[in-house]
């Protein structure tokens, strides 16, 4: 089940928004994947997804397709920026919002360590 939101107040006059994504446990073996779109200072859905799936998070899988989904609804002028938990900090993902310029700050967990080649 996927489904979209329209309208609103927060209308932008510039190419730059945040796109605000998480992940929740609704129900008994169901998932709710958004993205809400932030911009100055208000965050309205945008997007979301009820997928099925045992404790735990979401896969790469359906996270790529809903991703898909939400990059056809951004105008090709827009300057996204996601911001996001842990949830989302797959390589897979992260290494497919790089080509579309999409800049993003996840979340990570104190134990994970960033080791630059060289």
């Keep these: 089940m996927v489904g979209t939101a ?3 107040d927060c ?13 929740r446990k609704v129900g008994f ?7 809400g779109m932030t911009f100055k200072k208000c965050t309205r859905p945008l997007a979301w997804s009820v ?7 979401g896969r790469v899988e359906e ?9 056809n609804m951004m105008p090709s002028a827009t300057e996204i920026w ?10 897979c993902l992260l290494g497919w919002f790089g080509p579309r ?3 993003f700050a996840i ?4 134990k994970n360590k960033v080791c630059w080649a060289g």
Aim: glycine letters at 10%; hydrophobic letters at 40%; zero cysteines.
């Design 101 to 103: 310029n999409w800049p």
């Design 51 to 57: 997928y099925q799936g045992r404790k735990g998070q």
């Design 11 to 23: 209308q932008t006059d510039t190419a730059a928004v945040a796109l605000v994504i998480d992940s």
């Design 107 to 110: 979340r990570q967990q104190g």
């Design 63 to 71: 996270q790529l397709v809903f991703f898909k989904q939400v990059a």
């Design 82 to 91: 996601l911001v996001g938990d842990t949830e989302f900090q797959s390589v």
């Design 6 to 8: 329209s309208g609103g």
């Design 29 to 35: 073996n169901h998932h709710l994947l958004s993205v």
